[in-house]
């Protein structure tokens, strides 16, 4: 484990139960993220990944458990809650304003002001300061961002997240609809935002991805959690073996 003596999770979530009518989306789900860390979340259709994030982000509302952020207990009843305890969500589809420019998506809903105008050269100095902080180069904050490619409007994305300063940002399936170089440029970005301390919980269906900026996997199945592994301790074949046949007791049980 990561869990170093001593250190509190940045997000600590007990026996979460999550159920839709009759379909019981998590069962008894513990699950665990540490300051730094990149946490993957694997698992196949309909396992439970999103549901449990969108749990950590104020989406949805849990049937029972317990959810501690950086040690103190919390009950989202609102995305804006969960962003307020400094937790982010990118979405795959990027939720971003195709006809506005880079700049005024980053601060979309709480553009600065001067007077009764938009101060633009505030705002686009502040989206100039997050961008360097990712490292991510557009041409221009003036540009609109449908003229970009999926790549960049991902990068725009998670400027915006990371302008909230986040201590936790949660990517649910971001490299489904990139390019090779895009999604090389996104696992850049986020050994970025790791390498200051932010920790990170990617879904995806690609091990590959995982396996190259992850620290821990850890598996869904069926709204249960089968199995975790550090990255650096297991492979593709083993994690994928998991997410198959589960790990361990249930292994047993079909053996
Ligand atoms: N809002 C909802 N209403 C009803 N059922 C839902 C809702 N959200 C999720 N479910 C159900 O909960 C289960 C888990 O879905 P979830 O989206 O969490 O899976 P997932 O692991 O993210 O799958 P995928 O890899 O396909 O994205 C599924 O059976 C799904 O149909
Ligand atoms: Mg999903």
Redesign the pocket.
Known sequence: MTDMAGTTPAVDMREINKS??A?Q?LHNVNFRLMPGEILGLV??????????VKILSGAYQRDSGQIFVAGKEVHFKSPQESRDMGIEMIYQDFALCGNLDVAANMFLGRWPRKGIFIDRRRMEADAEAVLDRLKVKVNSVRQRVESLSGGRQQSVAIARAISFDPKVIILD?PTANLSVMATQQLLDTMLELKSQGVAQVI?S?RLQDIFEVGDRVMV?KR?AAVGERLVKDSSQDEVLRIIVQGDGAEEALSA
Do not use: M
Request: a negative charge; charged letters at 15%.
């Open positions: 839709f009518g379909i989306a698992g196949d259709n309909s396992a439970g990944k999103s549901t449990l399936e879904i269906h869904l709204g």
